[in-house]
């Protein structure tokens, strides 16, 4: 694969999982009644998910950015972590609950490996 070719299908990769996280942080950082039945749900209290919304979109925000990738994608599959605990300890169906926050990790690194030379240097 080109040079070319292989940042542009890592820019549409983390592209696509910066889209869903943020949407996944703005809605946690609106009160609506979603949000507040899925907190409930995993047994947390509603009034974290404004923290989580927080977090969550801080570390979006770092790993869009050029210069900060790298630890945005070290900080997202932390949080993401959080969110395979919290499914896992709530009995939540394994490939499609527990393990959705590992695919996403996997789309946030194979986005950025793609896309940053530095990375793909690391690795080799």
């Given at each position: ?39 409930a749900t ?19 925000a770092l ?24 499914h896992a ?36």
């Amino acid at each position: 694969m080109t040079n070319r070719k292989s940042i542009i299908i890592g820019l549409v990769l983390s592209g696509l999982a910066a889209l869903f996280l943020g949407f996944d942080a703005l809605m946690k950082l609106v009160d609506i009644a979603p949000v507040r039945e899925g907190m409930a749900t995993v047994g947390f209290p509603a009034d974290l998910a404004r923290i989580l919304g927080a977090v969550l979109l801080a570390c979006v925000a770092l790993y869009i950015n050029a210069r900060t990738a790298v630890l945005g994608a070290v900080l997202l599959p932390g949080y993401l972590g959080g969110a395979v605990a919290t499914h896992a300890r709530i009995g939540d169906p394994l490939f499609s609950h527990v393990l959705a926050p590992v695919y996403m990790g996997v789309l946030i690194w194979g986005g950025l490996y793609l896309r940053d030379d530095r990375v793909r240097a690391l690795v080799r």
